[in-house]
């Protein structure tokens, strides 16, 4: 049996698009979903939040939502009378105006669009009620001044989450004090908590170019042409993550957000708009299946049985992130330990204990807690940068 609102729309361009075919898509899938919802009124002002996490190594990486699939948005809003403003702020340690550049946002702003970089506008706490990872946590003020939220995330495989979808890409709108402490405290419960405090009305997923493998930003490119659309994230996600070959319950993201009520994960009860899901489906590189760990110097890792796909996928995307540096040799006579059985293995003599559970091994020794941590913040103590 379907249920209400957990309509998801899919809808293919043409390969390549231009402005006017990923225009014509937007408009195609927002419309088999349902439309705009009511709260894009006259006067309202309505959030777009695309993923710009990092300067990517190519404009169709499939790291950064297309410019095209936004500038399509914030013209329906338009129509609507309402007032769009495309915000975001990349991820922590990264430069958001630098990705503005590089993907052409900066154009949008040339035609009287509002495209703001997060990270200069001033954060605020607030209180998120039920929450156990995040009960306050500090966000920016746009997003908390809008009328309406609109998310526009971009498919694509990720070194923690397996998926970076819907439910994923409102960590965005976190001030890096926050992202930190939730990857410090709980990654998969923390994002499911945020998604629940802002709920926004509406997602277009941009499926033209998409990543796969060691995503969100050093994975491979692939193709896809989709537009996909919803009220549902979660429907949403369960959807493309389908299509992308992941089950729901491969997804914790997914499952959390299920459980806490936030929507649909069970297939059979969502209906599909457009085009079928089995017949657009491609089954996504995951990172697990990266052949990085093969290039890792000798004895440089001690990978517990008990690891979570959590710490197991950071240390991957570490891996190839030191590779993209050239900086591997930097892990010679160093060993990354995860996992809490790991305890049963020799201690290592220079030992870097990744994630909370490795860390109860390594209270006195250097330690990188989160469950899981942020990739960064491995890569500077191998590198030198943390004390």
């Known amino acids: 049996m379907k249920i209400p609102g957990a309509l998801v729309s899919i809808v293919r361009t043409p390969r390549r698009p231009d402005q006017e075919s990923i225009a014509a898509a937007v408009r195609r899938a927002v419309a088999l979903a349902g439309g705009l919802p009511e709260e894009v009124r006259p006067g309202a002002t309505v959030l777009l939040k695309p993923n ?5 190594y190519t404009k169709e990486s499939g ?3 297309h410019p095209g699939v936004c500038r399509a948005v914030a013209e329906l809003v338009l129509e609507r009378g309402a007032a769009p403003i495309i915000a975001d702020g990349a991820g922590m340690g ?35 009620p039920g929450a156990a990872v995040l009960p306050r946590m500090k966000v920016y003020q746009p ?15 990720h070194d923690q989450t397996e998926i970076t979808l819907s439910l994923k890409n409102l960590k965005g709108l976190l001030a890096d004090s926050s992202k930190r402490a939730v990857h410090r405290r709980a990654l998969f419960r923390g994002i499911v908590e ?55 319950a491969e997804v914790p993201t997914t499952v959390l957000a299920a459980e806490a009520g936030l929507g649909i994960a069970e297939p059979e009860k969502i209906e599909i708009a457009g085009l079928p899901w089995e017949s657009v ?11 990085i760990l093969r290039e890792a110097p000798p004895g440089s890792l001690q990978i517990g049985a008990d690891t979570c796909s959590g710490c197991r996928n950071t240390v991957i995307s570490v891996l190839v992130e030191l590779q993209a540096r050239g900086a591997l040799a930097a892990l010679e006579g160093r060993t990354i ?34 469950c899981p941590p942020e990739n ?12």
């Open 337 to 370: 330990v995860t996992g809490a059985s790991s305890a049963k293995e020799p201690l290592p003599a220079r030992p870097i204990f990744v994630g909370n559970c490795a860390r109860q091994r390594g209270r006195d020794r250097e330690n990188v807690p989160g």
């Open 63 to 65: 790291a950064v939502t």
């Open 143 to 157: 997003a908390v001044d809008a009328d309406v939220l609109i998310n526009l995330p971009v498919m694509k495989t």
């Open 52 to 56: 710009l996490v990092e300067v990517p």
């Open 94 to 128: 990264s430069d958001t105006e630098a990705v503005i550049a590089f993907m052409g946002y900066d154009l949008l702003r040339c035609d009287g669009f509002t495209v703001l970089d997060l990270k200069k506008e001033q954060a605020v706490g607030v209180m998120n």
């Open 376 to 387: 960064s913040w491995i890569i500077d103590l191998i590198l030198g940068g943390r004390s």
């Open 281 to 291: 489906q491609r089954r996504f590189k995951r990172c697990s299946e990266s052949e």
């Open 194 to 248: 945020v998604a629940a405090y802002f709920r926004p009305s509406f997602t277009v997923l941009d499926g033209i170019f998409t990543q796969e493998g060691v995503g969100p930003v050093y994975g491979d490119p692939v193709e896809m042409d989709l537009v996909m659309a919803g009220r549902d994230m979660v429907a949403l996600d369960t959807v493309a993550g389908l299509i992308m070959g992941y089950s729901p």
